[in-house]
């Protein structure tokens, strides 16, 4: 019996704007049934990578097979196999749930004799049955973001790409989302590729890519990713940070930076070294917290800043390069 092909098949991906490549050369492979989370800032390539495996990017060379078909030259087979949600709604308020999934159902031409077993199963199963026939506009955030999941998966897509599936949401909410995505999961065998800026959303994924600069620089388990890691994290509050940083690099040989407002480094046994701080980074402090290795963590050291300042440090050098090549291209 000839094996089944992997979900996802990536070799020396490129896509280019101009002068700027925005994804340079990956490639990765996503089993079957896998939750596959793919991590990294703006402007790190993430979203071109996906708009080329959901076809709505070509690539500039290299190749990719989802459920075995190649994105360029079987372009249809790939969409009849996907499921897609969007970081943005797309759900239509002033209809109902059964309304939205009905619509969905007739574009991708679902035997009509099976579609309402099969939303009467999707409602069932995101907790929606009972609001299936009010207005989505009536919604709250996370039960629109569920019906978008149910609407995603109605088609019994092989591979449901999930782009920021709980943004926005408060964490009661994120928490319920993601029952909701592991119980669909496992009920439809479906493969989940996903992107996330929640750290602890991504310790739920069963491998995980960080993407950098167009580029995939570590790919594993996040257990693994946090034993690779191995130090401790020390988080220093202090009167004089850049005096702090200068003293940990002269007297103990600790390269230290700046993240999320505090000097922050890693180092063997935490919480032994801190009472050496106090007697010796002459440098007043004024909080410090030790933690064991994080995602967070694996995240920083691979490229330099913790995801959240790389998000709030805004559109990055790279990011806004492929603006200006794109807006050139138009013009």
């Not at 979203?47 to 990017?57: F, V």
């Not at 669909?184 to 995980?208: K, P, S, V």
């Not at 694996?298 to 200006?324: H, K, L, P, W």
Request: proline share 4%; with cysteine.
């Amino acid at each position: 019996m000839t094996p089944l092909p992997s979900a996802i098949e990536v070799t020396d991906l490129v896509k280019t704007y101009g002068d700027v490549e925005a994804v340079r050369g990956v490639s990765f492979t996503v089993p079957r049934g896998e939750v596959f989370g793919f991590l990294g800032p703006n402007g790190a390539g993430k979203s071109t990578t996906i708009n080329m495996l959901c076809t709505l990017a070509t690539p500039t060379s290299g190749t990719a097979r989802v459920s075995g078909f190649d994105v360029v030259a079987q372009r249809d087979d790939v969409r009849r196999h996907i499921g897609l949600v969007f970081q943005d709604p797309t759900l239509d308020g002033y209809l109902t749930a059964t309304q939205n999934l009905r619509l969905h159902a007739e574009l991708y031409g679902i035997d009509p004799g099976v579609i309402d077993a099969r939303m009467n199963q999707m409602l069932e199963m995101v907790d929606l049955a009972d609001r299936r026939d009010q207005p989505v506009m009536t919604f709250s955030g996370g039960m629109r973001r569920r019906l978008e999941i149910a609407r995603g998966l109605l088609h019994s897509p092989r591979v449901l790409f999930l782009d920021e599936p709980t943004i926005g949401l408060d964490p009661q909410t994120r928490s319920s989302i993601w029952r909701y995505i592991r119980a669909l999961q496992e009920a439809e065998g479906t493969t989940i590729f996903m992107t996330t800026h929640y750290m602890d959303e991504a310790e739920l994924c069963d491998r995980i890519a960080i993407m950098d600069r167009g580029e995939i620089v570590v790919l594993d388990t996040p257990e693994a990713l946090k034993a690779a890691v191995g130090a401790d994290r020390v988080v220093l509050g202090t009167a004089d940070d850049d005096a702090a940083i200068a003293t940990l690099r002269e007297r103990f040989g600790i390269e230290a930076s700046i993240a999320e407002g505090a000097v922050t480094f890693h180092v063997d046994a935490g919480e032994a070294f801190v009472p050496r701080l106090f007697a010796e980074l002459n440098v007043a402090i004024t909080s410090v917290s030790v933690s064991r290795p994080t995602l967070d963590d694996v995240f920083m050291s691979y490229t330099g800043s913790t995801i959240r300042d790389a998000e709030t440090d805004g559109v990055g050098s790279m990011n806004r390069a492929m603006m200006r090549a794109m807006a050139g291209a138009r013009r």
